[in-house]
DNA sequence: ACTTGTCTGTTGCAATTGCAACACTTTTAT
DNA sequence: ATAAAAGTGTTGCAATTGCAACAGACAAGT
């Protein structure tokens, strides 16, 4: 299934661990709260798989605006290999808190054969494929004309995801506007108008929906 | 490598048809301009490869705006794999001109240790990350906040595509105000201040960047 | 050639959003 | 324990954008 749970994308990248290639060099690396992780720079095709913890891929343009590009958790896919040098950006990888990445060659991986290669080439595309739908909801998110519809969107893919309409935020809000793009007061200037509407309840980051 | 340029990806879309494993199921389909291809609704774990052509993915919203979520040119891969079903989303895949799309059923691949499907994996697996990188420059083009800013951005990208500062918009402006999800009228607008400017020069959709 | 439809270009006005600034609460670090 | 930092909540105002409406250019089909 390409689809699938997090119990069984776990249970991927555990199988993953144990079947890699020999002449695929890896490392798995630690890194504490507020690291870089890794720069967007010279190192190209490089593969990163988060083990444990959070990164954020963020950006920062002109007007110091930062935007988070990407949030990465557990057995999540990145590395510069996604991001081509199509401009002159800014792109850094933070860890958002202790993290444990893994970090491969592709080069390596390279038609050498053998059945553990063609496991690995076949999570992989699993992986990339999970990224993708990942973007594509982001991209929907992106895509709304308004804040409001930004949020009743996120929300109802919370309560999809939670099975029911009580759910928790996992991102703060100053973080969520970021994910958003849109300005901090402005977010919750219209939090307060769906409150008040009565579209939703909320107490801090717990979210009931009404409707 | 993973980053390849328009002639490696034509390869190796060519090297994948010559190799498709007999027990991969595949479809060669014909769409004349304005074709539904396919709606994103139950046939799950297809995967789609634009042979020819050019189909958009679009959105319409419940106000009757209309989105391009993404638009697939030659040897792009696109799927319903890619778009789960998180919210109540009216997903479409129309053919923007006479399209031959190649589709093959994902679980038709699974692990059927031959070489030749070891090497249709790896090659999905780089199609997908093709995938992913054009979904970021989209996810970077939309968290620009300001229209200009958008334009800009978008510029340089096909300056640095066609090698120069002179380069022909391939949207028309309709459908760039679509993938950029700004209004027609407001990008117009904006391209007018930029010529007024002098940052741009501009005879219909050819552009020469001053800056 | 003519009609139909789509695309381009422009403008006034209203609505949403971003910005700046502030007070207050919570979390983190020393 | 206490200081520093980060996050939450709110508001007035300005700026950007969306919307509506229109006219002319261009393209496609009969």
Redesign the interface.
């Known amino acids: 299934?390409?689809?699938m749970s997090m119990k069984e994308k776990r249970e991927l990248i555990h199988h993953l661990r144990t079947l890699l290639p020999k002449h695929v060099r890896i490392q798995i690396k630690h890194y504490q709260k507020g690291d870089n992780v890794t720069t967007y720079l010279a190192k190209?095709?490089q593969i990163c798989i988060v083990l444990t913890g959070v990164v954020d891929l963020v950006?920062y343009?002109r007007n110091g605006?930062k935007?988070i590009?990407?949030r990465y958790r557990e057995n999540d896919l990145f590395g510069e290999?996604?991001?081509?040098v199509?401009?002159?950006?800014e792109l850094f990888v933070v860890a958002k808190e202790k993290s444990e990445i893994l970090q491969l060659v592709?080069?390596d991986l390279h038609?050498k054969?053998d059945?553990s290669?063609?496991?690995l080439?076949?999570h992989?595309?699993q992986l990339?494929?999970l990224?993708?739908?990942d973007?594509?909801?982001?991209?929907?998110l992106?895509?709304?004309?308004t804040i409001r519809?930004k949020l009743l969107?996120y929300f109802?893919?919370l309560a999809?995801?939670n099975y029911g309409k009580e759910f928790t935020i996992p991102f703060s809000f100053t973080d969520l506007s970021d994910y958003f793009?849109v300005d901090r007061s402005a977010l919750m200037r219209e939090l307060k108008h769906l409150t008040d509407e009565g579209f939703i309840e909320r107490k801090g980051k717990n979210i009931t929906l009404l409707y």
Chains 1, 2 share one sequence.
Do not use: G, W
Request: aromatic share 10%; charged share 25%.
């Open positions: 299934m390409l689809v190209r095709n950006r343009d605006n935007t590009v990407e290999a996604f991001h081509p199509v401009t002159n950006n592709y080069d038609l054969e059945k290669d063609m496991i080439c076949h992989l595309f990339a494929t990224k993708a739908i973007q594509n909801i982001r991209i929907e992106l895509t709304k004309t519809e969107f109802s893919y999809i995801n793009n």
